[in-house]
């Protein structure tokens, strides 16, 4: 039995995260074929949660998020904005890998609107548990995921709003991947180093806040 949003919140409330997740890998995916569900990871009340669109090859292998080369650039990037990766969390709007097989390899494939509309209440539940300071949409796919809404990434980059969680929208770092000039690679690469320098800012701004307030 396949759980939409819809039928989800008609079961008892998940009292934990682990019971979140629990109730998630109970059902089969939408999309058969991945290995594995690849779940969120990192401490609670992280200062930043990282949501990305989907598990990759490597994720879906090693039931990991952001360990393959877009989660490699985003270490990096990270180091230098001096984001701890341990002290952050990491999730994806849809948590298994969907792709098309051609030979040997698997290719990925987007998930569709609808697969990330019916998925959306999960990563917005446990962002309910993890209660990061700052939410950061890493393209389009977690902005709609955390928004409800498809929007443009180069409108909306920067600071945002995401039911009631202070966000942030930036590129996806596997775009950063993907660029074929080196120089406009440099560029764009700097601009998302640029954007975690702005993230980590944001969150020790509101968690300065949250002391002063008690
Ligand atoms: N891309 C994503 O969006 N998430 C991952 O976990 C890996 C690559």
């Given at each position: 039995m396949i759980t939409s949003a819809k039928a989800a919140t008609a079961r008892p409330e998940p009292k934990t995260l682990k019971a979140l997740n629990e109730a998630l890998v109970a059902d089969a995916p939408?999309?058969?074929?991945?290995t594995k569900w690849v779940l969120g990871e990192g401490p609670i009340r992280s200062p930043i949660a990282f949501v990305g669109e989907q598990p990759g090859d490597q994720e879906d292998l090693q039931g990991r998020p952001f360990v393959g080369p877009a989660g490699r650039l985003l270490d990096r990037a990270m180091v230098e904005a001096g984001i701890a990766r341990d002290r952050s969390y990491f999730t994806n709007a849809v948590k298994y890998f969907k792709f098309a097989q051609r030979g040997k390899r698997r290719i990925h494939q987007r998930p569709t609107a609808g697969e990330v509309r019916h998925y959306r209440w999960w990563p917005m539940k446990e962002l309910e548990f993890v209660e990061p300071r700052i939410v950061v949409a890493l393209g389009a796919t977690a902005v709609l995921a955390l928004s409800g809404k498809a929007l443009s990434i180069a409108r909306t980059r920067g600071e945002a709003r995401f039911d009631g969680h202070l966000g942030f929208i930036t590129v996806h770092p596997s775009s950063l991947v993907r660029i074929p000039a080196e120089d406009d690679r440099r560029r764009a690469y700097a601009d998302f180093v640029a954007d975690l320098r702005q993230i980590r800012s944001l969150s020790e701004r509101d968690g300065a806040a949250r002391a002063a307030a008690g």
């Amino acid at each position: 039995m396949i759980t939409s949003a819809k039928a989800a919140t008609a079961r008892p409330e998940p009292k934990t995260l682990k019971a979140l997740n629990e109730a998630l890998v109970a059902d089969a995916p939408l999309v058969p074929g991945a290995t594995k569900w690849v779940l969120g990871e990192g401490p609670i009340r992280s200062p930043i949660a990282f949501v990305g669109e989907q598990p990759g090859d490597q994720e879906d292998l090693q039931g990991r998020p952001f360990v393959g080369p877009a989660g490699r650039l985003l270490d990096r990037a990270m180091v230098e904005a001096g984001i701890a990766r341990d002290r952050s969390y990491f999730t994806n709007a849809v948590k298994y890998f969907k792709f098309a097989q051609r030979g040997k390899r698997r290719i990925h494939q987007r998930p569709t609107a609808g697969e990330v509309r019916h998925y959306r209440w999960w990563p917005m539940k446990e962002l309910e548990f993890v209660e990061p300071r700052i939410v950061v949409a890493l393209g389009a796919t977690a902005v709609l995921a955390l928004s409800g809404k498809a929007l443009s990434i180069a409108r909306t980059r920067g600071e945002a709003r995401f039911d009631g969680h202070l966000g942030f929208i930036t590129v996806h770092p596997s775009s950063l991947v993907r660029i074929p000039a080196e120089d406009d690679r440099r560029r764009a690469y700097a601009d998302f180093v640029a954007d975690l320098r702005q993230i980590r800012s944001l969150s020790e701004r509101d968690g300065a806040a949250r002391a002063a307030a008690g």
